[in-house]
């Protein structure tokens, strides 16, 4: 369930060149969105609010780097700590449980087949989206922004969108831990950065960096091997 989290922090580290820090508040955010829907009775629902909230985090996030120049780092931070008051007054308290609720790997076939035909379908995406122009555009601004700028491309508008992309995946990867789970806590993307490159590392240094496509698989496959490690 933490591989769309690893594919997240390699867009944001490898693609983008950017220390992304929105990745523990926007972790929490799928999360919370998620569970809460689920608790309604709308698991899929919850999954796709949840990315589409963590896209909307990767926009502040992106704002704040590229208008308002603060740094990516302290970016991140203060998107990160402004989504903490978010999550608890999306949760409405520090915790939310599922126990009673349906759950979107219900109707897929259990827990482990349906996170891990959701996870294949996205990284499959994820590969084919960047070997498009668009993609290409946000890996090109993330190895040389000014080259981009002076091919009449928007850097800072590209960079937005891997941002959105980044944390779109990172909060649909809380969306589906909320449900996988049962039960969303304010505190449950603390640090998760850290477990998102460690999947990443591992994974790059079994398949290595070269091309898109091996670096999209390499953080995939390195949750596997994170997770019988863990």
Known sequence: EYALLAVGVYITFRILNLPDLTVDGSFTFGMAVSTVLCAAAH?????????????????????????????????????????YTVNITVLGGPNVSLLDAPKFFEVLGGKAPAVGLVTVVVVVLVTLFFQTVGGLCIRAAGSNEDMVRASSINPAFTITIGLCIANALTALSG?????????ADINGGTGIVVIGLACLII?????????????????????????FIY
């Open 203 to 227: 994974g790059e240094t079994v398949l290595g960096r070269r091309g898109v496509a091996r670096g999209v698989i390499a953080p995939f496959i390195g949750s596997i091997i994170y997770r």
């Open 43 to 83: 698991p899929f629902a919850g999954l796709m609010a949840g990315a589409l909230a963590g896209a909307v985090a990767g926009v502040v996030t992106g704002f704040l780097q590229t208008h308002c120049k603060i740094h990516p780092i302290l970016a991140g931070i203060l998107t990160m700590s402004g989504l």
């Open 175 to 183: 969306a589906m831990v909320g449900q996988y789970q049962n039960t």
